[in-house]
């Protein structure tokens, strides 16, 4: 018996003869789906829950008679249709709270609002079902058949086993699809979903697992004589609230498995994190439900939708923007010349672990401060450090190991021992000879005047230096002044890449943002990924400083 659900369906009774297999030209549910993604450029699921409070604001909807509760919850479900059609993936009515509205019409008023969606848009019936033998086919007649919700895919719990699924996917539906309940959104999935299942693994890694074998024995079952088979059927529900968990799953299942990730907006999910974490590697197989966030929404329920549309593009650009090398980090990826920064940093109280109120508010478990790099041994370590990265990078370097820059410009102040460090360590470990330059804060008023000293820099190619990028403001200011003297700024390089979105609204870090506005290159020693793989790669910081690490980029990482 399903747990959530007790009404009668509506639907024909075949309880015990499944439907006889017909040809048909219905797209698959996935295959509607991924068109319709494309089409119009979206991942957001609108959601259809017609909540009594929402339709009676005055809170006197349990006097309402059925037909007046029913004849309110189609007209709200079909302003939100008709206002967001251009932006919905997919729409996915809650089917509780249809029956809800009264034994009668409850689920007829479910059909009516599902024919009402058009017919290009995929309709996910969130039911959970989760039944074995005549009862689960019973329930997948109710939920696909004509004179039943003729849905095009369904959510279903899987933990009766495969044959609890099944009939929802195979034989006559088999061109209809499933999301299965994998690690919920609510806080009490951790009761038994976040629980380990004896071999290391969560009970939700072990039903990310079978989805794959699922679908695969699915497709088997309908084979057809020519020996082709029918595309997989079966997504995840992953909560948008457990970055890790969405992480952990998509690394389990590949990239081919959808999985519609519930939490954002009245749950309180991170956006950019669920992105980062779910999506796969070409920034799709991703849905993302939203309902009361625009049900409730106080403007226009269009305009509230294309927003949602638009923040959930962004977060997955942000996504895709990150360099793969940061994105996939391990301990592996960290090269000789980033751990011999980090340990020397860590020596000398530069890179400090701890927890750390920053500017921003955010408590960090690490601070860098670059100013402790104040001996002769330090700058010498530290110029060597940046060349490193300099020539470890093909967009500051050509094919035959040279420089694409003439001159390095260190701002005042910190960037002016930077500056003439790192030219200093380019000529003696690597025999290139480049031009320095750096500004003074005011203007001298004698001798050779002005700002600038060093290297002339007029219709030169400069590489500006710097510790770090903060906000961004000195590297703006310094791309402004090379520009107003003719000079070209082909770069920036800096010790350390925090690599984290500038606010919670923001989905891209300081650094993502210098580079796309100024339309050059940021480089860094390190970033935050690689002092993650540091610690994964030395257990004498133990795991907790590593969890801390770790908890921190999943919250603000990019």
Not at 215 to 238: I, M, N, Y
Request: net charge negative; hydrophobic share 40%.
């Amino acid at each position: 018996m399903d747990a959530t659900t007790t009404t009668t369906t509506t639907a024909t009774s075949k309880a015990t003869t499944p439907p006889t297999p017909t040809t048909t030209t219905r797209a698959s549910f996935f295959a509607k789906l991924e068109a319709r993604v494309l089409e119009i450029n979206s991942h957001l699921c609108v959601g259809l829950d017609p909540h009594l409070g929402e339709l009676f604001p005055d809170g006197n909807g349990a006097t309402k008679s059925e037909d007046e509760r029913c004849d309110a919850a189609y007209t709200f479900c079909k302003t939100i249709i008709d206002e967001t059609a251009a932006h919905a993936a997919a729409y996915k009515p809650n089917a509780a709270f249809f029956e809800a509205l009264g034994p009668n019409k409850g689920n007829a008023t479910l059909q009516r609002v599902i024919a009402s969606i058009p017919s290009s848009i995929p309709t996910l019936l969130d039911v959970k079902r989760g039944d074995i033998g005549s009862t689960a086919q019973a329930y997948a007649d109710a939920c696909y058949e004509e004179n039943g919700s003729n849905a095009d895919g369904v959510t279903l719990s899987p933990l009766m086993g495969y044959d609890s699924v099944q009939p929802f996917i195979t034989g006559a539906y088999a061109d209809r699809g499933a999301f299965l309940l994998c690690k919920t959104s609510n806080p009490g999935s951790e009761d038994l979903l976040g629980k380990s299942v004896g071999d290391g693994t969560t009970l939700y890694e072990t039903i990310a697992k079978l989805v794959v074998t699922w679908s695969d024995r699915a497709k088997a079952e309908d084979a057809v004589e020519d020996g082709t088979a029918r595309p997989a059927r079966l997504g995840l529900v992953v909560g948008a609230t457990d970055p890790k968990a969405l992480s952990n799953v998509r690394a389990v299942v590949g990239e081919d498995i959808w999985i519609l990730a519930p939490g954002v907006g009245a749950q309180g999910g991170d956006l950019d994190a669920a992105c980062r974490c779910g999506m796969n590697k070409s920034g799709s197989k991703m849905l993302i439900p939203v309902s009361r966030g625009i049900s409730r929404a106080k403007g226009n329920i269009g305009d509230t939708a294309k927003e949602f549309k638009d923040n959930i593009n962004n977060a997955k650009n942000a996504a895709l923007e990150i360099d793969a090398s940061e994105k996939t980090n391990t301990a592996g990826d960290v090269t000789p010349y980033q751990k011999e920064f980090l340990e020397f940093s860590l020596s000398l109280g530069v890179l400090k672990f701890g927890s750390f109120v920053l500017k921003s508010g955010r408590t960090s478990p690490y601070f860098f401060n670059a100013g402790l790099f104040s001996t002769g041994a330090a700058l010498h370590k530290v110029g060597k450090a940046y060349a490193a990265a300099i020539m470890a990078s093909q967009k500051l370097t050509d094919s035959a190991g040279s420089v694409n820059f003439d001159v390095i410009f260190g701002p005042a102040y910190k960037g002016i021992s930077l500056g003439a460090v790192i030219c200093a360590a380019l000529y003696n470990d690597y025999a290139i000879d480049v031009g320095f330059a750096y500004d003074r804060k005011e203007a001298k008023d004698h001798g050779e005047g002005g700002k600038l000293v060093g290297a002339s820099m007029a219709n030169k190619r400069v590489l500006v230096v710097d510790d770090v990028i903060t906000a961004g403001t000195a590297i703006r200011e310094s791309h402004e002044m090379l520009s107003s003297i003719q000079a070209i700024p082909v770069g920036v390089v800096i010790a350390l890449d925090r690599a984290e979105k500038r606010s919670l609204d923001d989905p891209v870090s300081a650094v993502q943002a210098v580079s796309r506005d100024l339309n050059i290159p940021v480089i860094s020693i390190v970033s935050l990924p690689q002092l993650q793989g540091f610690l994964v790669n030395n257990s004498a910081y133990g795991k907790e400083l590593l969890a801390s690490v770790s908890e921190y980029r999943s919250q603000y990482g990019v």
